[in-house]
């Protein structure tokens, strides 16, 4: 009897501990952020390009970059959010600077392709290259997701291709997007945002006692002191 007691007890603990398992997983998996760059339509240059948040919980969206590869091993960086020439009054305002709040299953409108190689006039004419000199694109994202202090990021490329009408195409080098929220890819992320911000501190995240809270405080009395 005692045996069969004993068997009972640790199919039972068994029985919860794989129960609390599968119930912790579930808990992170829906508490983890998931964002999506998507390639709308078709393979042309003038497709769309999306941003969706697939998270359970919002996002704030605070930076939008694309890498550009060309021929010859170049590259150049750009930060596609709109900073100048904003209405605070505009009712588009999210769209016009592709940052802000961004709720669950929602999405953002990041351009057309060729928008965001050739910049918002999208005519080869102003721009520095052309677009048979594009080689392949990496869109890069960098949003805050709920309580966490520090910035996740998302990527995904794209590989152009050049026909023989002139026209470019435009494909996904696979079907993921890379997500990176992950300890260990901190500083490629915070890289992208110092690349964008340009701050004065680089390298730290604001917390209670970080060097920039310490040095706030201390100008704060050092000004109080002069009245």
């Known amino acids: 009897m005692e045996l ?6 640790a199919v039972m603990a068994l029985v919860w501990v794989i129960y609390f398992q599968l119930f912790f997983k579930q808990y992170q998996r829906r508490r983890r952020p998931y964002l999506v760059i998507h390639h709308a339509q078709n393979e042309q240059i003038d497709a ?3 941003l969706v948040n697939m998270s359970e919980e919002a996002v704030h969206i605070q930076d939008v970059q694309v890498e550009i590869y060309l021929t010859g091993q170049r590259r150049q960086t750009f930060t596609i959010t709109e900073y100048a020439r904003v209405n605070p009054d505009d009712r588009n305002l999210q769209r016009i600077l592709r940052q802000g709040p961004l709720q669950a299953g929602g999405y953002l409108v990041l351009g057309s392709f060729r928008n965001l190689i050739l910049g918002r006039k999208s005519r080869e004419e102003d721009a520095r ?8 694109i990496e869109v890069r994202t960098t949003a805050i997701h709920g309580p966490t202090p520090y910035p996740i990021g998302v990527r ?3 590989v152009l291709k050049s026909n023989p009408d002139d026209s470019v195409s435009v494909f996904p080098q696979n079907i993921h997007t890379e997500q990176l929220i992950r300890r260990k890819d901190r500083h490629i992320v915070r890289k ?10 680089k ?4 917390t209670d006692q ?12 050092s000004r109080s002191g002069e009245t």
């Open 48 to 50: 769309l390009c999306l």
């Open 156 to 158: 995904r490329r794209f």
């Open 129 to 136: 290259f052309s677009l048979q000199e594009v080689c392949e």
């Open 192 to 201: 992208w945002l110092e690349q964008s911000l340009k701050p004065r501190e």
């Open 210 to 221: 970080s060097d920039q809270a310490h040095q706030t405080s201390a100008t704060a009395q």
């Open 4 to 9: 069969v007691t004993a068997i009972s007890s």
């Open 203 to 206: 390298g730290r995240f604001l």
